[in-house]
């Protein structure tokens, strides 16, 4: 591979080095950092990257390494010039895309933090516009899979729908408390290791259909915290079976749409496992997590009962 690649070695060679030709270093500094990230996700991202590189282009990478073209800004000129002038000219907005640039391919937690710390109604418009509306970057995404069956039986009796939104709800309004969980571990450092995550969940006035707003805390530098909220409509899966959702939300300007699962739950409501896999499709982003909860976001007692089952997450 080193012969038929080219000779570009960097100044601390190691493995990688020899896989990438000097006009190549964007894609190997790449490497390095997939790497550093000691992640489930950006390893087996990085093994594509590498099959990209040395094997067959790979679309889901080529899409990701593909930047802005001529197409692309006649795309965003054509149909959101309002949007891409009021973002460039509004300081917030300007912040949040000049952060999202800086940014490396499938790093999706320095991506959300540029979105959750820059917040505003200008980013949201031209994300909805150039991402959404128009996909003027040709991005697309898929869930990704294998997705783990749920919790078949509760309390002794087989899940049921009732039972599966019971779990939802949860603590809601149980002893004043204004959330249904609070999150005590995330699985994925882009959206579930946030501060303070409080989980609520509601019925909607459909039947079948409920709201879930997850508030969280983002800490924007040494002296700065903001809360920030989402709004997802939740829908059973009735494909599925009982235990399996549809969650979708606008975030940002761009649509989520989620697979969640009720993996586990305590008798007692002591504690829940939730798992998902979503991608966010105009913006080229795909990813999976699971959390553990509880009433108050603190570890589970150790009298009361483990998980029934074990989790493999698989990218």
């Known amino acids: 591979a080193h012969a038929r690649l080219g000779g570009y070695r960097p100044a601390a060679p190691g493995l990688l080095a020899r896989f990438f030709q000097r006009e190549e270093r964007e894609t190997y500094e790449l490497a390095l950092d997939l790497w550093s990230r000691r992640s489930s996700d950006d390893a087996a991202y990085l093994l ?85 509306k128009h996909n003027c970057l040709c991005k697309t995404a898929e869930a990704p899979e294998p997705i783990p069956d749920p919790l078949t039986t509760w309390r002794g009796k087989p899940l049921d729908w009732d039972a599966a939104e019971e779990i939802l709800v949860g603590w809601m309004g149980v002893e004043g ?29 459909a039947k079948g ?55 586990d739950a305590a008798d007692d409501l002591s504690w829940i496992v939730f798992f998902y896999s979503g991608a966010a499709k105009a913006a080229g982003q795909a990813y999976n997590g699971a959390l553990v909860a509880t009433a108050d976001g603190e570890p589970p007692k150790a009298s009361e009962a483990t998980p029934t089952q074990t989790i493999t997450l698989v990218p």
């Not at 709004?231 to 959702?245: D, E, I, Q, S």
């Open 177 to 205: 408390r204004q959330w249904s969980w609070m999150v005590h571990q995330g699985q994925n450092a882009a959206y579930d290791q946030f501060p303070c995550q409080h989980q609520i969940f509601y019925p909607g006035t």
């Open 48 to 132: 594509l990257l590498l099959g990209h590189v040395l094997v067959k282009p790979v679309p889901l990478i080529g899409m990701a390494l593909q930047e802005a073209d001529l197409k692309a800004i006649q795309c965003m000129c054509t149909h959101c010039l309002k949007e891409v002038v009021d973002c460039v000219t509004d300081p917030t907005c300007k912040a949040a895309i000049d952060c999202l640039d800086e940014c490396a391919a499938n790093d999706q937690v320095s991506s959300y933090k540029c979105i959750t710390c820059n917040e505003t109604p200008k980013f949201t418009a031209f994300s909805l516009c150039v991402l959404e």
């Open 209 to 263: 259909v409920a709201w879930y707003d997850p508030t969280f805390q983002v800490i924007i530098d040494e002296e700065t915290k903001v809360w920030r909220r989402r709004h997802y409509r939740v829908a059973r899966n009735k494909k599925l079976g009982p235990g399996t959702f549809v969650f979708s939300v606008l975030d940002n300007g761009v649509t989520s749409l989620e697979q969640w699962r009720i993996m």
